[in-house]
């Protein structure tokens, strides 16, 4: 091998391109060694470490559960007898034990989607279109939005049960000063408790919604807001004419990251009110690892997340669905031209 | 708005004045905004540093009177049932080594994903990033047996190795290899170096900020995880921090000034990180959004 063309290697990562000269021997030398291509094993050998975990802690669990789902697994008793679609069917017979506590905690799983993704929707675009121009702090602002998140759900959740003490709490304290009542039980009550748990959540994920839209509000155009205005287009006609329609992919991501956290709703609830009132704000994750792991009915809290697990593809596909391309290229040539 | 001054028209004037306020009230309106995202955390903190009585004296107050680390002393003592020091060390210890795990796998992963053709790629990549779409819910129960069956229950090895097959860390890292210039290894492969020495030598060290980034967001949401610890540590002893805080709020409810300072003591790293490092967390998080 020549020494020569084997020294001007890597390390530095600045290896010049061969002279035209040498690109015979090289092609040559190239087939010999075999680095032409690579071997065959070799991206498997790249992909090997990845995908043993991915097999066993994604895929095998995946198909596992399915198999879990049709048995009458309890993980503390040793015969674990295949039932078939029992536990699906005993999840929707109004008369089984599992009917009420799982369509309880889907319902409340429902209640808490409906009332944050609007809110985690809306508010962080209000708030990352303030942001979209330029001033002084902005990058500090931004910052101080996104803290919340990096805390993680038991800080907050932790946090905000004293903040929403209905005694010494400072919600209540401050709410009491403004003349409002102060005696509310945040984390004991419905609604008061949906009001708390939603709140919190919009004030914990806020920055990050607002971080995503925040980026997709700086790759629109600024030409197309200035043909609008040549157009006598005002604010609200260029946000409707031309922001939303530039924000439409950023628009479905949100949507279906936002509704898929939502409807995974767990540390707050688990957290702030325990499931309670009763179980009324115990969400359907929270019902799912309760029935699989704490009283170890792993048959049945499989066929609950299966369940759960349609509801949410359906809910995405129908968010895809509702966000595909069509019209806006329309409206875009309109305010082109 | 660049026209000469002695020439501006009365309507661009009060253009230009009515922009200018309107910037002002922005500003305000975020500040105030900012203000109150911000306090509760302070309060975290204020909290944590007053007495048993003060935090939960009537009116509740913002300046700890006496400032005492007496709540400090008393979660971090040694010998209690709710050990927070060593729920720090196992968080830091889980967290470190989790993404440490994501970043070798998913970049080594990423890496023929993006440059190298096989039969199966497309087949394998699809099915990656179809999992970002399944809801984690129903890996949980299988995931408890299977860690059950290799003896990991109770076990910090159960917080770090399952939770590191990361699928959005292979997305991450094969969007930072697709867009590097791909001259450097076409160079480096002529001059005979094989795939694995261009990896090392060409394609990581350019990919140092990627794998910064997706080291930071896969230790934050390690550090951060609650559901799976709480339902697989069971003993004191094992537990990270976000499950301890839980076993902490069980066992002292009203305690507020000691379950501050356990949020604080499990805020401390990840508030450090993000006052430092902001710009990945942040460019992380918009840019998957952005791609994604």
Redesign the interface.
Known sequence: ?STK??E????T??????SASNQES?KK??EQ?G?R??G?A??????A???L??G???????V??VW?SLHSWD?TLPNKPFVGLDNYVSLFSPGSTVFGPFWGSMRATGIFTVLSVPLLLIVPLA?AL??S?K?P?RDF????????Y??????IS??????L?N????VN?YLGLLGLPDDTAWTTTTPAAWVALVGVTV?WT???NA??Y???LQ?IPIELYEAARVDGAGPWMQFLNVTIPGLKP?LS??T?ITL?AS??M??QS??MTQGGPGRETRT??YQ??DA???NFQ?GS??AM??V??VF??AI?ALVFYVFREKQPKKLKKEVRS | MNAPTTTISAGSRARRARRRSG?IT??V???A??IA??S??I??IV?SLKTRADA?????SWIPNPISLQAFASILAPGTSTPVLQWFANSMVAAALNAT?VV???S??A???AR???RG?NF?FV??VA?L??????????????V?ELGWLNSLVAII?????S?FG?FFMRQFFVGLPI??E??????????????M??VL??AKPALATLALLAF?GN?????WP??VLFSPEVQT???G??T??SANA?R?DL??A??VV??VP??A??IFL?RF??EG???S??K?
């Open positions: 091998m063309v084997g001007r290697v890597l390390p990562g600045r290896a010049r391109r061969p090289q030398r190239g060694a680095t291509q690579q065959k070799t991206p498997w050998l790249f992909l470490p990845y995908l975990l991915f066993s802690f994604v895929i095998l669990p995946a596992l559960g879990i993980y708030v303030l942001m121009k001033f702090g602002l931004r910052a101080i939005y996104f803290a919340p990096v805390l993680g759900v038991a800080v932790v946090l905000w049960r004293y903040l003490d005694n010494i709490g400072l304290h004030w806020l920055g990050f971080v995503i925040l980026a997709g790759d950023i991501f949100i279906i898929l409807a995974n767990f540390g688990y957290l359907a994750i799912i690892a699989g792991l704490r792993m809290a499989a997340s299966y759960l697990t949410l593809m995405s | 910037t922005r500003v309106v975020l500040g905004i900012a995202f911000i509760p955390i309060f975290m909290t939960t004296a009537i009116p509740p795990l070798i796998t998913a080594l992963a890496y023929p994903l190298m053709q096989f790629k394998v099915i990656i999992t779409l399944v809801p984690p819910v129903i890996l949980v129960i299988p995931n408890y047996l299977i059950s190795i399952p939770t590191a097959a699928a292979v001259e450097l076409e160079a480096a492969r002529l001059d005979g170096a094989n795939r694995f020495v261009i990896f030598q060409v060290p350019l934050l550090w951060n995880d609650f559901l709480v339902y921090l976000p499950a805080l839980s902490l709020q009203v507020y379950l501050m356990g949020a499990a805020s990840v508030l990180l993000f902001q967390i942040i998080v918009s840019r959004g952005v994604g």
